[in-house]
């Protein structure tokens, strides 16, 4: 069966201007969490949703960050004036539910560049 | 979530078996160790997991010590495609936790021919 998918693959944009990320997880994960890989600073983690809620926002780094899930199925974190330490790979994650150790399966990601 | 340890960098010849090693000495009772590793350019990969007993499947063994305080991931017979960074993560569940994953450093495996 197909994986996780992100979309763009990679995305390239100025200072300033908004991005929105798409995920969409494995059908029948109904746990969805984002994170942020960036140079010297590793895997963060971002957001967590259950369903359409999203228990755990702890991680999002900024205001200028937010997600939404809707149907329980994908998923869009969107950057609003958008910054340079912003760049960074953005990988999304599901799991067949949260809070059990069901293990979470990645998507390749989405390599932001902003000038 | 309790931290481990592991060493930055190891070597492995192809067709060996690649032991990978990691501490997790202030792990608590109901947290699970997990695997994953990266490949250059691709998403964190699950490998395997466990609670307190040794574990196989396709990819990997994993030997988890009586005290629970360390851990091995064993590869048995590395090839070139395995080469990439490891991720030994505590991973806790309740609470406030929802069972995130908070990678370290790694350690990055290099299998040579």
């Known amino acids: 069966g197909a994986g996780v998918s992100q979309s763009p693959s990679n995305k390239v944009t100025e200072k300033g201007k908004d991005v929105e990320l798409r995920c969409d997880p494995i059908s029948g994960h109904t746990a969805l969490y984002w994170y942020r890989q960036s140079l010297g600073q590793g895997l963060e983690f971002l957001i967590y949703f259950q369903g359409n809620s999203a228990p755990d926002k702890s991680g999002l780094p900024s205001d200028r960050f937010s997600a939404e899930r809707t149907g329980g199925s994908v998923s869009t974190l969107t950057i609003q004036r958008t910054q340079q330490e912003d760049s960074a790979v953005y990988l999304c994650?599901?799991?067949?539910?949260?809070?059990?150790?069901?293990?979470?399966?990645f998507g390749d990601g989405t390599r932001l560049s902003i000038l | 979530d309790a931290k481990t340890t592991q060493p930055p960098s190891m070597d492995c010849a192809e067709g060996r078996a690649a032991n990978l090693p990691c501490n997790h000495s202030t792990i608590s009772g109901n947290e699970y160790v997990y695997w994953y590793r990266q490949i250059h350019s691709q998403g964190p990969q699950y490998i395997i997991h466990g609670l307190k007993n040794n574990e196989t499947n396709e990819m990997a063994s994993l030997i988890i010590t009586e005290d629970r305080k360390s851990s091995t991931l064993i590869l048995p017979h590395a090839t070139l495609r395995d080469t990439a960074v490891y991720y030994c993560i505590v991973r806790s569940f309740g609470g406030t936790s929802y069972g995130k994953l908070t990678f370290g450093q790694g350690t990055i495996l290099t299998v040579h021919p």
């Open positions: 994650a599901s799991s067949l539910r949260g809070g059990s150790n069901q293990p979470q399966h």
